[in-house]
């Protein structure tokens, strides 16, 4: 049995319509994150074999023009610590990122204007807040007193980050101090239940993040130590000796200053008085001797018998 002759006249109608469509679009959206400083490189899978010039664009403005077996470098940046970046053809390498640097990049083939895929740069970083300074309660910490410390807070940006605590270099848990020093990640605190000489050092808190630590320090010194502490010896500690010796040398300059004052003024007096000298006892002496001699005291007799 023959077709019908409408689907038969509609046949050469199907098939134009299969040709009109538009040619499946091969561009996919591929997101990129990278940290500040760091580098990447971008592909251009628009190139073809005849493929002569390459453009890359960023947010829709023309970042790069170059030959399909050249590779460009944005902005022309030069690398950080010297690292050296893999290159491809036609490709476009971003060095040291900056928050400038996020967008959307793309190539495309000069000639036939086929574009590449879409590149969206995230950048990943953490960012500090005003406080930069380990937090310390009591602020002037004492032997024998419980001590918290407080990691100051930051923003992740691209991804969590580890929280870890140093004491002289070497990692806090909970294993090693004998439990004296106790971290607690979740309030980003370190506490020292019961503060001794061998706790003074330097503590540092830092953000392991993938981008890279950020780490703070703090130095923890004893004002004043007990002498029930280190085996029963009186340790004065640093800060306490600075003090005590900073108020004797105050009182030291006080009185040294007061003398002066007091001795330069009794000379200007005694230079301003040359007809006499100037003492602090009854004024005793001849007009006609010099200044310093005294009269002459001598006992004086009930009668005086007068000599033929």
């Known amino acids: 049995m023959s077709p019908p002759r409408a689907l038969i006249l509609l046949l050469p109608i199907f098939f134009n319509g299969i040709h009109a469509l538009p040619p499946h679009?091969?561009?996919e959206n591929t997101e990129v994150e990278m940290g500040i400083g760091h580098s990447t490189?971008?592909?251009?899978?628009?190139?073809?074999?005849?493929?002569?010039r390459v453009i890359w664009f960023k947010?829709?403005?023309?970042?790069?023009?170059?030959?399909?077996?050249?590779?460009?470098?944005?902005?022309?940046?030069?690398?950080?610590?010297?690292?050296?970046?893999?290159?491809?053809?036609?490709?476009?390498?971003?060095?040291?990122?900056?928050?400038d640097d996020a967008g959307k990049y793309w190539c495309q083939e000069?000639?036939?204007?086929?574009?590449?895929?879409?590149?969206?740069?995230?950048?990943?970083?953490?960012?500090?807040?005003?406080?930069?300074?380990?937090?310390?309660k009591p602020t002037a910490p004492k032997l024998g007193q419980r001590i918290a410390m407080y990691c100051p807070?930051?923003?992740?940006?691209?991804?969590?980050?580890?929280?870890?605590?140093?004491?002289?270099?070497?990692?806090?848990?909970?294993?090693?101090?004998?439990?004296?020093?106790?971290p607690y990640d979740r309030d980003r605190m370190l506490v020292i239940e019961e503060l001794k000489n061998t706790e003074a050092g330097v503590f540092e808190c830092f953000y392991n993040h993938w981008t890279g630590p950020v780490a703070f320090r703090m130095r923890i010194q004893p004002m004043e130590a007990d002498p029930a502490y280190d085996d029963g010896m009186l340790i004065y500690t640093?800060?306490?000796?600075?003090?005590?010796?900073?108020?004797?040398?105050?009182?030291?300059?006080?009185?040294?200053?007061v003398a002066s004052a007091f001795l330069l003024t009794y000379v200007l007096v005694a230079c301003c008085r040359r007809d006499s000298r100037l003492t602090f006892w009854p004024q005793r002496v001849y007009s006609?001797?010099?200044?310093?001699?005294?009269?002459?005291?001598?006992?004086?007799?009930?009668?005086?018998?007068?000599?033929?």
């Open 238 to 257: 640093l800060n306490y000796n600075n003090a005590m010796f900073r108020h004797a040398l105050l009182c030291f300059i006080t009185i040294c200053l």
């Open 25 to 27: 679009s091969t561009v």
């Open 59 to 99: 947010d829709g403005a023309i970042v790069a023009k170059l030959n399909s077996t050249q590779a460009a470098i944005y902005l022309d940046r030069p690398p950080a610590n010297r690292e050296k970046s893999i290159t491809f053809p036609g490709s476009l390498t971003i060095r040291n990122a900056t928050l």
């Open 153 to 182: 807070n930051v923003t992740l940006v691209g991804g969590p980050a580890l929280l870890y605590w140093n004491f002289d270099g070497v990692p806090v848990n909970w294993d090693n101090h004998d439990g004296n020093l106790r």
């Open 110 to 136: 000069e000639s036939s204007g086929t574009k590449g895929d879409v590149y969206e740069i995230k950048l990943a970083y953490v960012k500090l807040h005003e406080v930069r300074e380990i937090r310390v």
């Open 288 to 308: 006609s001797l010099g200044p310093g001699f005294r009269k002459p005291i001598f006992p004086q007799p009930d009668y005086v018998v007068r000599a033929h």
């Open 41 to 52: 490189t971008l592909q251009c899978n628009a190139l073809t074999n005849s493929s002569q």
